[in-house]
């Protein structure tokens, strides 16, 4: 079975950062898009940070100028930098694997930004 091990969620206050990683095999870090999704109750999924197959780094509006998508080569993982945290970006954020032959998901990390 594959798996994407998310680490990282948390609690923090407004302003805050956190570091999220999705340790991922490799076969799929080289032939995936990889990324992370984020849905909060009564929300849709909606992308939050997406590195392309061929390279492209896609943000979701509402996150980009403040989260930082990379992948690490040395760790086999997917990382989300996500700086000046505001209320809106309580949800849980789940790691994805969008592959020719299908899609992977994480279990999802918890990420609560208080007031």
């Known amino acids: 079975q594959v798996q994407l091990v998310e680490s990282g969620g948390g609690t923090v206050e407004t302003g805050g950062s956190l570091h999220l990683s999705c340790i991922a095999p490799?076969?799929?870090?080289?032939?995936?898009?990889m990324g992370w999704y984020r849905q909060a109750p009564g929300k849709e999924r909606e992308v939050v940070a997406l590195?392309?197959?061929?390279?492209?780094?896609r943000y979701g509006e509402v996150v980009k100028g403040r989260f930082i998508l990379s992948v690490n080569n040395s760790e086999n993982a997917v990382v989300l930098q996500m700086n000046d945290l505001r209320s809106g970006d309580t949800a849980n954020y789940i790691c994805?694997?969008?592959?020719?032959?299908?899609?992977?998901w994480g279990q999802g990390t918890q990420v609560t930004v208080s007031s």
């Open positions: 994805s694997a969008q592959c020719l032959i299908g899609d992977y």
């Open positions: 490799v076969y799929l870090l080289k032939n995936c898009d």
């Open positions: 590195r392309l197959r061929k390279g492209a780094l």
